[in-house]
């Protein structure tokens, strides 16, 4: 505080850097999971893409299951009739 008061420009030029440094460390304790969460948010995306995709081929593959099931289905054997 003192060298806030001095009427010297080099005094008062080390009074903020000093209050800078001071509040420097707070605040970047407070930011810290925020930045965490902003830098691992593009990984979020990439990942979403990569579930997408998974998700896609899985909706294809149960395609294929159920027209499978149907083709078995009408080709039935025995005293059941076919499901329609």
Do not use: K
Not at 5 to 27: D, E, K, N, W
Not at 44 to 72: C, H, K, M, P, Y
């Amino acid at each position: 505080m003192w060298l806030w008061y001095q009427r010297q420009l080099a005094r008062r030029m080390l009074a903020m850097v000093a209050s800078v440094l001071t509040l420097t460390g707070p605040i970047y304790m407070v930011c810290e999971p925020l930045v965490e969460e902003w830098l691992s948010a593009s990984h979020v995306d990439a990942g979403r893409e990569l579930q997408l995709e998974r998700l896609a081929l899985e909706a294809s593959r149960l395609e294929e299951s159920i027209d499978t099931f149907w083709a078995n289905s009408e080709a039935r054997a025995g005293w059941l009739e076919p499901y329609r």
